[in-house]
Each structure stands twice: as structure tokens, then as C-alpha cells.
């Protein structure tokens, strides 16, 4: 039995094999645009459409594909296209919740199940030479909402978490066990 985590992701990567999950990782490219679909829907949307850009799949193969997004006042946070505007998201973000939810399409050849998980996450004030320290030192313009919760600004300026810290990081593994322990137990390799 095979699974492939179709994802460029190296965190999603890192979770799965700290999960005890051996897999290959691809990356899939799709058409990633969300208009007309509800805020709430857009991750599993996506990470559905990510599952079907990868095409057939053999009988001992599992594909996992996910999408994570961050909405604050019902608006998304995607990944930034610029410093300017991953330092401005994170003004936004400043002391104020957000929810952070991770899409995931489970799929092999006979079977396909896709679900969202919802965290919210509660910033502190975040100073200017905070926000600056974080852009200059990690890599804010690969992430969602322009910060990972793995890294300073997760480690010191986060107040609260309500939901799974995982899926934070964009791959919700608690669920992900259960849904393949329940649906995929042969990929499973304690079963």
C-alpha cells in the first residue's frame, strides 16, 4: 500500500511522518481560484479539486490532498504575493481571532472522502518591530495569513487556541488518523 500526500507543503510532510505515515510527496497544481464558493467551503473545495488534478489513481494507492485557509471577519488571508502585504496582514491579525480552516480530500480508487476542520486562534498585539523581526526572518509569503503558528510569532504572541494546533499548521492529524483508520484501515499500517 502506497499513500501520496499531494502537496508541495513540507509541514503537511512533516506531520505525516510523525503520524508513523510513510509516503511519497508530489506536487499538484489546479486552479485555485474560490469565487462563488462559500468562505467556510473554500479549503475542501480546493483540496478536492487538488485530489481530482492528480488523475487515476492504482488500487493499493491513497492520495491525501489539503488546503488550509485563514479567514478574519469572514474574509480570507491568502498567502501573500509581497512583504508589504504579508506585514499588513499581520497588522490585521493583531489582536484580533481568526479562524484557520484545513480542507482534506482522502481518495483512492474506489473511494473518496473529503472534510474541513475549523480551529481559532487568538493574537496578542503584535508591536511593529514584532511584525517586522517575523517578515525579515522567517518566510511569511509561503503561508496563509503570513504566519505559522510553528514559528516566533506562533511560540510568542499567541494568546489562545480553540481546536486542534495541527490543523493550524494545515493538516488537522487527529482527524486525518480517524478517517483513515475508519474509511482506509489497509493504509493504515497499525492495522
Request: hydrophobic letters at 35%; charged letters at 25%; aromatic letters at 8%.
Amino acid at each position: 500500500m502506497r499513500i501520496i500526500l499531494g502537496s508541495q507543503s513540507p509541514r503537511r510532510a512533516e506531520l505525516l511522518s510523525k503520524m508513523g505515515l510513510k509516503h511519497d510527496q508530489i506536487a499538484l497544481h489546479c486552479d485555485e481560484s474560490h469565487q462563488g464558493i462559500a468562505n467556510e467551503k473554500v479549503a475542501e473545495t480546493l483540496a478536492i479539486r487538488k485530489s481530482k488534478s492528480f488523475g487515476k489513481l492504482k488500487s493499493d494507492q491513497l492520495l491525501i490532498t489539503a488546503d488550509t485557509t485563514v479567514l478574519l471577519n469572514d474574509r480570507i488571508l491568502n498567502k501573500p504575493s509581497s512583504m508589504d502585504e504579508a506585514y499588513a496582514m499581520l497588522v490585521e491579525l493583531s489582536g484580533n481571532l481568526h479562524r484557520v480552516i484545513s480542507g482534506v480530500c482522502l481518495r483512492t480508487s474506489l473511494k473518496e472522502i473529503s472534510f474541513s476542520v475549523e480551529s481559532k486562534v487568538q493574537f496578542a498585539e503584535l508591536e511593529t518591530v514584532e511584525i517586522e523581526h517575523y517578515i525579515q526572518t522567517y518566510q511569511p509569503l509561503d503561508k496563509a495569513g503570513s504566519y505559522g503558528i510553528q514559528e516566533w510569532l506562533g511560540l510568542n504572541k499567541i494568546q489562545s487556541i480553540n481546536g486542534c494546533y495541527y490543523n493550524i499548521m494545515g493538516l488537522p492529524c487527529a482527524r486525518l488518523y480517524e478517517e483513515i483508520k475508519t474509511s482506509f484501515s489497509n493504509f493504515m499500517p497499525l492495522y
